[in-house]
C-alpha cells in the first residue's frame, strides 16, 4: 500500500515519473552479462564452440533461460517470467514482434555478428530503455568498430555441426580512424531436421538465415559524434515442430541514427545521448508442408516502431545521476485466412474463405522518463510513463465488440517504477539488497488478441481490454565472498509479490463463447488473478585451480503459485552446471556437465506437464595459430550430449526432444 501511495504522490507532482539507469560506477556490477564479440583489435574471447548462436549466447547469462519450440528463435525467459513480463532492446531500440504465437522474439532478427555485448537486468531495475520488465531486460549491444582502432580488420568464420546438418558462415570488415569509422558483415546459416537422443528425428525442425548490418560513426574533435546502423534479417523455411504452424518468411529492416556529445565544460554534465530509429517487422506462418491438415492457414503478421531516446548524465558533489526521455510507436497487425477444404482443387472458390483480424491493428504510442540518483552506496530509480492504444481497422473494434459492446476505440494508462538498492563493498566481498515496485500494461495480445491457439493447453484465447495493469512487488538479495584471491562465491535472490496478475482463465469455460480453431477444447478470456508470488535462488562457485585451470559452477531454483496456490507455468526446477576449462598459450579446452532435477509441480491446468531429470556431458578444445602478416587462426571442435541422452527441459514446448550427440567444428581467420 505504501509503494502504491508514493507512486500515487509521485504522479500528481508530475506528468510522469522518472526511472534508473546509473552513470558508471559500483553498481554496474548488478548487470550479467555475456561477451559476443570484442571490440576492433582485440581477439575475441577463446571460450564456446566458435560460431555459436545468439540463443547459445542468451543460455549463458545467469538468470536467463530459453523456451524452445524448435531449433531457431528460442524466446528468453528471465527469472522465470517469458516476453510479457521481459523488455528486450537492440541498443535501446525497442522492437516488438510481429507474430502471435511467439515464433519471433526480437533476438531472432539478429545475429551474433551484428553484436558486441548481451547485457542482463535482473528484475525491475537499472535498464532506462526498459517498458513493462517486471522480470527483468535484455539489451543487445550493437558492435561497433570505433574510433582510432585498427586500421583495418577482417574475420571470416565457417563452422558445421553434424547434428541437423547446421552449416554457419560469417564475415564482416572493419574500417577505423581518428574521426571516422565502419564496419559490415553478413552471415548465413542452413539447418535440416536434427535429432533427440536414440537418432529420433525431430520433424519440421529445419531453417535458412539470412543477415546483413552496417554500422558507422563521424567524429568531431570537440566531442560531437554522429553514428548510424542498420540491420536486415531474413528467415526462411523455419520449422517449428512443437506448433501446428511453420514459418515461411520472417523479415525484418532495423535502422538508427544516433547523435554523441562527450565532451562538456561543465563537470555537471557528463554524457549526452539522443536516438532515433524506425524497424519493419514481418512474419508470416504457413501449414502447407503439413500433413493432414484439415483447414489451411495463412498468418501473416506486421509489427513498425519509430521511437526515440534522449539520455543525459553528469555528477554533482556526491551524485552520480542520469535522466532518460523517451517514446516509441508501434503498429501491430496480424491477420488469419481460412480456406475451405477444396483448396488446391478444380472445386476451389476463393469465395468460401474466412477470414478475421487476430491483432486489430492496433496503433500504441509511449512516452516516459525516467531518472536515476546514486550517492555513496545507495541507488534510487524512478519511471513513469503514459501509454495510449487506438484500434484503427474497424473492421477489428467491431469484431471485439461482439464481446465487449462498450470497447472504444482508444485507451489511456500509465505505468511506473520505483527501486532502491544498497550495496557495500568490503576487501573480500559484497552484499547488494533492494526492494522496488512496478507496473506494466497488458500486452497487444492480452488485450485484443482474438482467438488465438495456444498449443500448449489446447485453447483459444480471447483478449480482454478490460484487464487491470499489472503490478509487482520486488525484493532481492545478493552477495559475494573470496575467501582467497583463487575462490569467489556468489549467491543471488529475489522475490516478486504480483497483484492483478494477468493470465488466461483457469477453466475455460467463458460462457456462450465457441472456439474458432478447429479440435480445440473451449475459450479462455485473459483476466487478472488477485495475486501472485515467484522466488528465483541461484549459487555460484568459481576457482581458479592454477593459472590454466578453472572451475565454475552454477545452481539455480525457482517457485512460482498464483493466488489458489496452483503452479505457474514454465517455473524452472532445480539446474545445475559444472565446467572445468583449461586455456594455455594457443591451447584451450573445456569438460562441462549440465543438468536439470525432475519437474513435479507442473502447471497442470494450463497444459504443462511434469518433465524427468536429466544429466549431459560436453567436451571441446581449440587451437590458436597465429601466421605472418597478424593473421590469426582459430580451429575449433567439440561434442555436445556425448551420451546421446533423450531429454526434455521445463521449457521444452509441448515437451519436444531436445537435441541428441552433436559432433561440431569450426575456423575462424582475422586479418
Same mark, same amino acid.
Not at 504522490?9 to 556490477?29: C, M, N, P, R
Not at 547446421?166 to 565502419?182: G, H
Not at 485484443?448 to 483459444?460: A, R
Given at each position: 500500500?505504501? /509503494? ?37 583489435? %582485440? ?20 538468470? /536467463?533461460?530459453? $523456451?524452445?519450440?524448435?531449433? !531457431? ?35 531472432? #532478427?539478429? @545475429? +551474433? ?7 542482463? &537486468? ?27 582502432? /585498427? ?23 572493419? *574500417? ?5 569509422? *565502419? ?78 556529445? @562527450? ?29 493432414? $491438415? ?15 531516446? =534522449? ?31 477444396? #483448396?488446391?482443387?478444380?472445386? #476451389? ?45 474497424? @473492421? ?6 461482439? !464481446? ?56 483459444? !484465447? ?73 522466488? &528465483? *535462488? ?5 576457482? %581458479?585451480?592454477?593459472? /590454466? ?29 559444472? +565446467? ?5 598459450? =594457443?591451447?584451450?579446452?573445456?569438460? =562441462? ?16 506437464? =511434469?518433465?524427468?531429470? #536429466? ?57
Amino acid at each position: 500500500m505504501f /509503494a502504491n501511495l508514493l507512486f500515487s504522490l509521485l504522479l500528481v507532482e508530475s506528468d510522469s515519473i522518472a526511472v534508473e539507469g546509473g552513470a558508471v560506477s559500483i553498481f554496474d556490477k548488478t548487470f550479467d552479462e555475456v561477451v559476443v564479440n570484442a571490440a576492433a583489435g %582485440q581477439q575475441k574471447q577463446t571460450t564456446g564452440k566458435g560460431v555459436e548462436s545468439l540463443d547459445e549466447h542468451l543460455a549463458r547469462l545467469r538468470q /536467463a533461460d530459453l $523456451v524452445k519450440r524448435g531449433a !531457431y528463435a528460442s524466446e528468453v525467459s528471465v527469472n522465470s517470467m517469458q516476453t510479457e513480463r521481459v523488455s528486450t532492446t537492440i541498443d535501446g531500440m525497442k522492437i516488438f514482434c510481429a507474430c502471435t504465437d511467439r515464433m519471433d522474439p526480437v533476438t531472432s #532478427y539478429v @545475429e +551474433t555478428s551484428n553484436l558486441s555485448r548481451i547485457f542482463l &537486468n535482473s528484475g525491475l531495475g537499472n535498464d532506462p530503455q526498459a517498458t513493462g520488465n517486471l522480470g527483468g531486460s535484455v539489451d543487445l549491444k550493437l558492435r561497433k568498430a570505433g574510433f582510432d582502432a /585498427a586500421p583495418f580488420e577482417m574475420n571470416v568464420q565457417t563452422g558445421f555441426e553434424t547434428n541437423g546438418c547446421l552449416q554457419s558462415y560469417l564475415a564482416d570488415v572493419a *574500417l577505423s580512424s581518428e574521426t571516422r569509422y *565502419l564496419n559490415t558483415g553478413i552471415s548465413f546459416r542452413d539447418a535440416r531436421n536434427y535429432q533427440a537422443g536414440g537418432n529420433r528425428e525431430i520433424d519440421f525442425s529445419q531453417y535458412q538465415k539470412f543477415n546483413v548490418f552496417a554500422n558507422g560513426g563521424r567524429q568531431w574533435g570537440d566531442g560531437r559524434i554522429v553514428e548510424f546502423s542498420a540491420i536486415y534479417d531474413l528467415a526462411t523455411d523455419v520449422g517449428y515442430p512443437s506448433l501446428t504452424m511453420d514459418v515461411k518468411k520472417a523479415e525484418g529492416l532495423i535502422t538508427a541514427l544516433a547523435y554523441r556529445q @562527450e565532451h562538456f565544460r561543465s563537470p555537471l554534465l557528463t554524457r549526452w545521448e539522443s536516438k532515433v530509429y524506425y524497424n519493419n517487422i514481418r512474419h508470416e506462418m504457413d501449414d502447407t508442408h503439413r500433413p493432414d $491438415v484439415v483447414m489451411h492457414m495463412d498468418m501473416p503478421g506486421l509489427s513498425r516502431t519509430s521511437g526515440l531516446y =534522449s539520455l543525459l548524465a553528469g555528477s554533482w558533489k556526491q551524485h552520480l545521476w542520469q535522466l532518460n526521455l523517451d517514446g516509441y510507436l508501434n503498429r501491430s497487425r496480424a491477420e488469419m485466412t481460412m480456406y475451405p477444404s477444396t #483448396y488446391g482443387t478444380a472445386a #476451389y472458390n476463393p469465395a468460401d474463405r474466412m477470414f478475421m483480424l487476430t491483432w486489430p491493428d492496433v496503433q500504441t504510442g509511449n512516452t516516459g522518463l525516467s531518472v536515476s540518483d546514486q550517492w555513496g552506496n545507495f541507488r534510487l530509480t524512478l519511471k513513469g510513463s503514459l501509454q495510449w492504444s487506438h484500434i484503427s481497422d474497424p @473492421e477489428g473494434l467491431a469484431t471485439l465488440q461482439i !464481446y465487449y459492446p462498450t470497447q472504444s476505440d482508444r485507451q489511456f494508462r500509465r505505468e511506473g517504477r520505483v527501486t532502491l538498492h544498497y550495496r557495500k563493498d568490503w576487501q573480500k566481498g559484497s552484499v547488494s539488497v533492494g526492494a522496488g515496485w512496478g507496473s506494466r500494461t497488458p500486452t497487444v495480445t492480452e488485450a485484443y488478441g482474438y482467438f488465438l491457439y495456444n498449443t500448449l493447453d489446447g485453447y483459444d !484465447y480471447l483478449g480482454n481490454p478490460e484487464l487491470k495493469n499489472e503490478k509487482a512487488v520486488q525484493f532481492d538479495l545478493s552477495g559475494s565472498w573470496s575467501p582467497a584471491p583463487d575462490w569467489e562465491f556468489s549467491a543471488d535472490g529475489n522475490l516478486f509479490l504480483f497483484d492483478d496478475y494477468i493470465q488466461g482463465g483457469l477453466t475455460g469455460d467463458v460462457s456462450g463463447y465457441s472456439p474458432m480453431t478447429i479440435g480445440a477444447l473451449g475459450v479462455k478470456q485473459y483476466r487478472n488473478l488477485p495475486s501472485a508470488t515467484i522466488a &528465483n *535462488l541461484s549459487f555460484d562457485a568459481d576457482w %581458479q585451480l592454477s593459472s /590454466a585451470w578453472r572451475w565454475q559452477n552454477r545452481i539455480g531454483w525457482s517457485w512460482g503459485k498464483d493466488n489458489r496456490n496452483r503452479s505457474l507455468p514454465l517455473i524452472a526446477p532445480l539446474q545445475f552446471r559444472s +565446467t572445468l576449462a583449461y586455456e594455455w598459450g =594457443s591451447w584451450e579446452g573445456s569438460a =562441462s556437465v549440465i543438468g536439470a532435477a525432475r519437474k513435479e509441480d507442473a502447471a497442470r491446468h494450463l497444459g504443462e506437464h =511434469s518433465t524427468p531429470g #536429466y544429466v549431459l556431458y560436453n567436451l571441446q578444445a581449440g587451437y590458436l595459430v597465429r601466421l605472418a602478416g597478424k593473421v590469426n587462426v582459430t580451429l575449433k571442435a567439440g561434442v555436445e550430449n556425448v551420451l546421446d541422452k533423450y531429454y526434455t527441459t521445463y521449457a521444452s514446448w509441448n515437451g519436444i526432444g531436445q537435441k541428441g550427440r552433436n559432433f561440431f567444428a569450426s575456423l575462424q581467420a582475422s586479418f
